[in-house]
């Protein structure tokens, strides 16, 4: 099994930074993708921003520029620095892996999220 928890989110003005931290754990042989999303009431969830192994990356067009995905390997952390926050980026957030278990098994796991709020 795979356990994933993020931390770091909070209440933050808008303009201002928060820094998002997510921690794998388990059995994992590898991974492979990392990833942010996030979820706002009565709405799909959305990715934010990926990374891969080799440390590529993609983001949604509305933080490009303003959001940065970064990993740490050893540790099997995925981070998310948010920049020039906007009201709108208030939403609860998401970290997911995929990998492969000890079992050389296919995985897919989701944190339990963690709430973002933006004030104006």
């Known amino acids: 099994q795979v356990q994933v928890v993020e931390s770091g989110g909070g209440l933050v003005q808008a303009g201002g930074s928060l820094r998002l931290s997510c921690a794998a754990s388990g059995s994992i042989f590898s991974i492979n993708r990392m990833g942010w999303y996030r979820q706002t009431p009565g709405n799909e969830r959305e990715l934010v921003a990926t990374i891969t192994g080799a440390g590529t990356t993609n983001y949604a067009d509305s933080v490009e520029g303003r959001f940065i995905i970064s990993r740490d390997n050893a540790k099997n952390t995925v981070y998310l620095q948010m920049n020039s926050l906007k009201p709108e980026d208030t939403a609860v957030y998401y970290c997911?892996?995929?990998?492969?278990?000890?079992?050389?098994?296919?995985?897919?796991?989701w944190g339990q999220g963690t709430q973002v709020t933006v004030s104006s």
């Open positions: 997911n892996v995929q990998g492969l278990t000890t079992m050389r098994a296919l995985f897919r796991s």
